[in-house]
């Protein structure tokens, strides 16, 4: 059993709330997500965001649009669709019962 | 003396040099094939292509040509292919393609453990269906006495081929192939040839006694 895959488990199965949550607040482009997903610690390596957007894209949680850039070529921004809107709010009220339950759980 | 190359990388231009080109290359190729399968693999790739282009950008302070040293950095921020994995993803396509690989479909086998003449009966009863192989009997002997002859069954005999291994058997019934129906089979045989020996041990105390 490895203590690092174990973690990168754990991260893995709130990384879609993270990513919904962060999308909802207005539509975005995938560096800005890499951003604040690197500033809280969520991810390690960009690669693991890509496959993850595209699931979600396919689940009809988000969707894109293209627009234009001052610099290079017109970027793709991804926003939340109203799926993805219920579908975070499910997956938020899982996440604060399960907070409710592990602290109950872990109580010394 | 080094010899570069220029390419075009989510539609910025740049200049690389040779060595770096072909480790890019195989990189990139890497992600293409581990995402072949998935029906996204065209915009998880625009994306990540895109966003090394984005990074080689903000690198550009260190000089405008892409070394090897740079695109290290690079893959260091964007992972290697296996850390791309998407456990959830990875889960679903195992199970379907597990699903498609077995499935196969019915074939018409003569049963030579049924048989009465050479199992065409039994073989056309489990194809169809029909759960007892005695009414395609009679149908047969039928067809015999009422002048259409035997000829029927002697074109089956010859054409159908015989079921002769336990995939053959599970294909005459439709059952999927896998390891556990086989494995069923052999145990159901080896059953039958346990049955045997008792009753042939049965036999011969009888005789003995």
């Not at chain 2, 080094?2 to 040099?17: E, M, S």
């Not at chain 2, 072949?36 to 994306?47: N, P, Q, R, V």
């Not at chain 2, 080689?56 to 296996?82: P, R």
């Not at chain 2, 020996?197 to 005789?207: P, Q, T, W």
């Amino acid at each position: 059993m490895k203590l690092e895959n174990t973690k990168a488990q754990m991260k893995k199965g709130l990384l879609e709330l993270c990513v919904l949550s962060i999308i909802s607040e207005k539509e975005m482009y995938p560096s800005d997500i890499i951003n604040q997903l690197k500033k809280s610690k969520m991810i390690v390596v960009e690669g693991t965001l890509y496959p993850l957007l595209n699931r979600l894209m396919k689940a009809d949680l988000l969707s894109y649009s293209w627009k234009e850039s001052k610099s290079g070529p017109p970027r793709k921004y991804y926003q939340i669709t109203d799926t993805g809107k219920s579908f975070r709010d499910e997956l938020m009220s899982t996440w604060e019962d399960l907070k409710n339950a592990i602290t109950l759980s872990i109580k010394k | 003396m080094k010899k570069v190359i220029n390419i075009n990388l989510g539609g910025r231009a740049f200049i690389i040099n040779e060595d770096a080109y072909g480790a890019l290359d195989k990189y990139l190729k890497s992600i293409e094939k581990h995402f072949a399968k998935s029906d996204g693999m065209e915009d998880i790739l625009y994306d990540i292509e895109n966003r090394i282009a984005e990074l080689f950008e903000e690198d550009e302070k260190n000089g405008s040509i892409i070394t090897l040293e740079k695109l290290d950095k690079v893959k260091a921020v964007m992972g290697q292919v296996e850390d791309f994995q998407d456990e959830l993803e990875f889960e679903e396509e195992k199970i379907s393609t597990i699903e498609s690989e077995y499935r196969t479909g019915k074939r018409l086998f003569r049963d030579p453990d049924d048989s009465v003449i050479a199992g065409v009966a039994s073989g056309l009863s489990a194809y169809f269906g029909i759960h007892d192989p005695i009414i395609l009997r009679i149908l047969f002997v039928i067809l015999a006495i009422s002048g259409i002859g035997v000829l029927p069954y002697i074109i089956l005999w010859i054409a159908v081929p015989e079921a002769k291994t336990s995939s053959d058997r599970l294909a005459m019934r439709g059952e999927d192939i896998n390891i556990n129906s086989i494995a069923n089979k052999v145990e159901e045989g080896l059953n039958e040839i346990k049955d045997k020996i008792v009753d042939l041990s049965k036999d011969l105390k009888m005789k003995v006694l």
